[in-house]
Protein backbone atom coordinates (compact mmCIF):
# COMPACT_ATOMS: atom_id res chain seq x y z
CA UNK A 1 0.00 0.00 0.00
CA UNK A 2 1.38 3.38 -0.92
CA UNK A 3 1.91 5.37 2.30
CA UNK A 4 3.68 8.59 3.17
CA UNK A 5 4.91 8.82 6.87
CA UNK A 6 5.74 12.02 8.34
CA UNK A 7 7.08 13.03 11.81
CA UNK A 8 7.68 14.41 14.32
CA UNK A 9 3.22 15.29 14.35
CA UNK A 10 3.82 18.49 15.91
CA UNK A 11 6.94 21.00 17.13
CA UNK A 12 7.50 23.70 19.21
CA UNK A 13 10.95 25.85 18.49
CA UNK A 14 12.62 29.01 19.55
CA UNK A 15 12.76 32.08 16.60
CA UNK A 16 16.18 31.64 15.10
CA UNK A 17 16.62 27.87 15.89
CA UNK A 18 16.91 25.41 13.08
CA UNK A 19 14.61 22.36 12.67
CA UNK A 20 14.12 19.47 10.27
CA UNK A 21 11.05 17.84 9.68
CA UNK A 22 10.95 13.88 8.45
CA UNK A 23 9.57 12.00 5.71
CA UNK A 24 9.32 8.45 4.81
CA UNK A 25 7.53 7.01 1.93
CA UNK A 26 6.26 3.36 0.24
CA UNK A 27 5.50 4.56 -3.16
CA UNK A 28 5.29 2.51 -6.44
CA UNK A 29 6.36 3.79 -8.51
CA UNK A 30 7.68 6.88 -7.86
CA UNK A 31 7.56 10.50 -9.68
CA UNK A 32 8.30 13.01 -7.36
CA UNK A 33 8.31 14.58 -3.79
CA UNK A 34 7.10 17.82 -2.80
CA UNK A 35 7.09 19.81 0.47
CA UNK A 36 3.79 21.77 0.70
CA UNK A 37 3.78 24.91 3.46
CA UNK A 38 0.20 25.29 4.64
CA UNK A 39 -0.43 28.42 6.83
CA UNK A 40 -3.58 28.45 9.40
CA UNK A 41 -6.84 29.06 7.78
CA UNK A 42 -5.02 28.80 4.16
CA UNK A 43 -4.40 26.37 1.23
CA UNK A 44 -1.14 24.70 0.95
CA UNK A 45 1.49 26.17 -1.18
CA UNK A 46 3.92 24.14 -2.62
CA UNK A 47 7.74 25.17 -1.32
CA UNK A 48 10.19 22.35 -2.95
CA UNK A 49 10.11 19.84 -5.79
CA UNK A 50 12.58 16.52 -5.51
CA UNK A 51 13.00 14.29 -8.33
CA UNK A 52 14.46 10.96 -8.20
CA UNK A 53 17.97 12.45 -9.29
CA UNK A 54 18.30 15.07 -6.59
CA UNK A 55 19.71 15.04 -3.39
CA UNK A 56 19.50 18.17 -1.77
CA UNK A 57 17.69 21.70 -2.67
CA UNK A 58 17.18 24.48 -1.34
CA UNK A 59 14.32 27.43 -1.26
CA UNK A 60 16.16 30.41 0.84
CA UNK A 61 15.95 29.35 4.40
CA UNK A 62 14.52 25.89 3.25
CA UNK A 63 16.67 22.83 1.83
CA UNK A 64 14.95 19.60 1.13
CA UNK A 65 16.65 16.36 0.62
CA UNK A 66 15.91 13.50 -1.11
CA UNK A 67 17.34 9.47 -0.34
CA UNK A 68 15.84 7.55 -2.69
CA UNK A 69 17.27 4.36 -1.66
CA UNK A 70 16.17 4.86 1.64
CA UNK A 71 12.75 6.58 0.72
CA UNK A 72 13.78 9.71 3.02
CA UNK A 73 13.00 13.24 2.62
CA UNK A 74 13.39 16.11 5.07
CA UNK A 75 13.06 19.54 5.16
CA UNK A 76 15.18 21.59 7.05
CA UNK A 77 14.62 25.03 7.82
CA UNK A 78 16.81 27.10 9.20
CA UNK A 79 16.87 30.50 11.26
CA UNK A 80 13.35 29.57 11.88
CA UNK A 81 11.12 32.79 12.31
CA UNK A 82 7.75 33.77 13.35
CA UNK A 83 6.72 33.08 9.70
CA UNK A 84 7.58 29.53 9.60
CA UNK A 85 4.55 28.41 12.07
CA UNK A 86 2.56 26.73 9.81
CA UNK A 87 1.96 22.89 8.76
CA UNK A 88 4.28 21.28 6.64
CA UNK A 89 2.98 18.36 4.02
CA UNK A 90 4.98 16.11 2.30
CA UNK A 91 3.34 14.58 -0.92
CA UNK A 92 4.71 12.55 -3.32
CA UNK A 93 3.45 11.67 -6.92
CA UNK A 94 3.47 8.49 -8.47
CA UNK A 95 2.61 8.64 -12.31
CA UNK A 96 -0.08 11.02 -13.44
CA UNK A 97 -2.59 12.66 -11.58
CA UNK A 98 -1.71 10.15 -8.50
CA UNK A 99 -0.67 12.24 -4.90
CA UNK A 100 0.12 10.16 -2.00
CA UNK A 101 -0.65 13.07 1.19
CA UNK A 102 1.53 12.76 4.25
CA UNK A 103 -0.39 14.14 7.80
CA UNK A 104 2.00 17.08 7.65
CA UNK A 105 4.28 18.07 10.74
CA UNK A 106 2.50 21.12 12.43
CA UNK A 107 5.59 23.75 13.43
CA UNK A 108 5.25 26.65 15.64
CA UNK A 109 7.74 28.98 16.61
CA UNK A 110 7.85 30.98 19.31
CA UNK A 111 8.91 34.18 19.96
CA UNK B 1 -3.86 36.30 -10.97
CA UNK B 2 -7.02 34.62 -8.86
CA UNK B 3 -5.34 31.35 -9.07
CA UNK B 4 -8.57 28.49 -8.09
CA UNK B 5 -11.05 30.87 -5.90
CA UNK B 6 -13.68 28.66 -3.96
CA UNK B 7 -16.77 29.40 -2.52
CA UNK B 8 -18.45 29.49 0.28
CA UNK B 9 -15.54 30.03 2.74
CA UNK B 10 -17.81 28.78 5.37
CA UNK B 11 -21.29 27.06 5.61
CA UNK B 12 -23.29 25.91 8.39
CA UNK B 13 -25.91 23.05 7.19
CA UNK B 14 -28.05 21.15 9.06
CA UNK B 15 -28.70 16.97 8.74
CA UNK B 16 -29.80 16.30 5.37
CA UNK B 17 -29.38 19.67 3.04
CA UNK B 18 -28.20 20.10 0.32
CA UNK B 19 -25.65 22.48 -1.31
CA UNK B 20 -22.69 23.17 -3.65
CA UNK B 21 -19.48 24.38 -2.91
CA UNK B 22 -18.00 26.15 -6.00
CA UNK B 23 -14.73 26.05 -7.19
CA UNK B 24 -13.28 27.72 -10.15
CA UNK B 25 -9.71 28.44 -11.46
CA UNK B 26 -8.46 30.64 -14.18
CA UNK B 27 -4.97 29.23 -15.34
CA UNK B 28 -6.33 27.01 -17.84
CA UNK B 29 -5.81 23.92 -16.29
CA UNK B 30 -7.22 20.23 -17.22
CA UNK B 31 -6.70 18.43 -13.96
CA UNK B 32 -9.00 19.23 -10.97
CA UNK B 33 -9.64 17.83 -7.60
CA UNK B 34 -11.23 18.33 -4.35
CA UNK B 35 -10.08 16.93 -1.13
CA UNK B 36 -11.43 16.70 2.33
CA UNK B 37 -9.28 17.48 5.42
CA UNK B 38 -9.78 16.50 8.99
CA UNK B 39 -7.67 16.75 11.79
CA UNK B 40 -4.58 13.71 12.80
CA UNK B 41 -6.09 12.54 8.62
CA UNK B 42 -4.30 14.53 6.28
CA UNK B 43 -6.11 15.31 2.63
CA UNK B 44 -7.80 12.65 1.20
CA UNK B 45 -9.05 12.82 -2.43
CA UNK B 46 -13.51 13.15 -3.23
CA UNK B 47 -13.35 13.53 -6.52
CA UNK B 48 -10.96 14.71 -9.91
CA UNK B 49 -11.37 15.84 -13.58
CA UNK B 50 -8.86 15.36 -16.17
CA UNK B 51 -10.45 17.54 -18.41
CA UNK B 52 -13.95 19.29 -19.46
CA UNK B 53 -16.95 15.85 -19.28
CA UNK B 54 -14.79 13.54 -17.68
CA UNK B 55 -14.84 13.06 -13.93
CA UNK B 56 -13.52 10.51 -11.51
CA UNK B 57 -13.92 9.48 -7.56
CA UNK B 58 -11.03 9.33 -5.21
CA UNK B 59 -10.73 7.83 -2.04
CA UNK B 60 -13.82 8.94 -0.26
CA UNK B 61 -16.43 9.92 -3.23
CA UNK B 62 -19.13 8.43 -1.14
CA UNK B 63 -22.34 11.29 -0.64
CA UNK B 64 -20.73 13.43 -3.10
CA UNK B 65 -21.30 14.43 -6.72
CA UNK B 66 -19.13 16.62 -9.02
CA UNK B 67 -19.62 17.51 -12.90
CA UNK B 68 -16.88 19.29 -15.46
CA UNK B 69 -19.06 21.00 -17.35
CA UNK B 70 -16.06 23.85 -18.39
CA UNK B 71 -12.29 23.63 -17.96
CA UNK B 72 -12.91 26.01 -15.41
CA UNK B 73 -15.34 25.35 -12.82
CA UNK B 74 -15.61 21.97 -10.51
CA UNK B 75 -18.25 22.10 -8.60
CA UNK B 76 -19.14 19.74 -5.56
CA UNK B 77 -22.03 19.04 -4.19
CA UNK B 78 -23.09 17.27 -0.90
CA UNK B 79 -26.84 15.58 -1.65
CA UNK B 80 -28.33 14.99 1.58
CA UNK B 81 -25.42 16.37 4.40
CA UNK B 82 -24.48 14.61 7.02
CA UNK B 83 -22.02 15.24 10.63
CA UNK B 84 -19.82 13.06 9.30
CA UNK B 85 -18.92 15.36 6.51
CA UNK B 86 -18.10 18.42 8.85
CA UNK B 87 -14.34 19.22 7.71
CA UNK B 88 -12.30 21.46 5.40
CA UNK B 89 -12.72 21.32 1.88
CA UNK B 90 -10.06 21.95 -0.80
CA UNK B 91 -10.14 21.78 -4.21
CA UNK B 92 -6.93 22.03 -6.39
CA UNK B 93 -5.85 22.16 -10.33
CA UNK B 94 -2.88 21.72 -11.70
CA UNK B 95 -1.68 21.78 -15.81
CA UNK B 96 -1.73 17.89 -16.29
CA UNK B 97 1.51 15.55 -16.74
CA UNK B 98 3.27 13.54 -14.31
CA UNK B 99 3.58 15.05 -10.57
CA UNK B 100 2.33 18.67 -11.65
CA UNK B 101 2.41 20.75 -8.86
CA UNK B 102 -1.33 21.23 -7.37
CA UNK B 103 -2.02 24.83 -6.76
CA UNK B 104 -5.39 25.29 -4.03
CA UNK B 105 -8.14 27.26 -3.25
CA UNK B 106 -8.39 28.81 0.30
CA UNK B 107 -10.50 26.21 1.57
CA UNK B 108 -14.30 26.09 2.62
CA UNK B 109 -15.08 24.82 6.35
CA UNK B 110 -18.45 23.15 6.36
CA UNK B 111 -20.01 22.51 9.72
CA UNK B 112 -23.07 20.46 9.63
CA UNK B 113 -25.51 19.84 12.54
Known amino acids: KNQVEQSPQSLIILEGKNCTLQCNYTVSPFSNLRWYKQDTGRGPVSLTI?????NTKSNGRYTATLDADTKQSSLHITASQLSDSASYIC??????????FGTGTRLKVLA | NAGVTQTPKFQVLKTGQSMTLQCAQDMNHEYMSWYRQDPGMGLRLIHYSVGAGITDQGEVPNGYNVSRSTTEDFPLRLLSAAPSQTSVYFCASNHGGVGGELFFGEGSRLTVL
Open chain 1, 91 to 100: VVSSGTYKYI
Open chain 1, 50 to 54: MTFSE
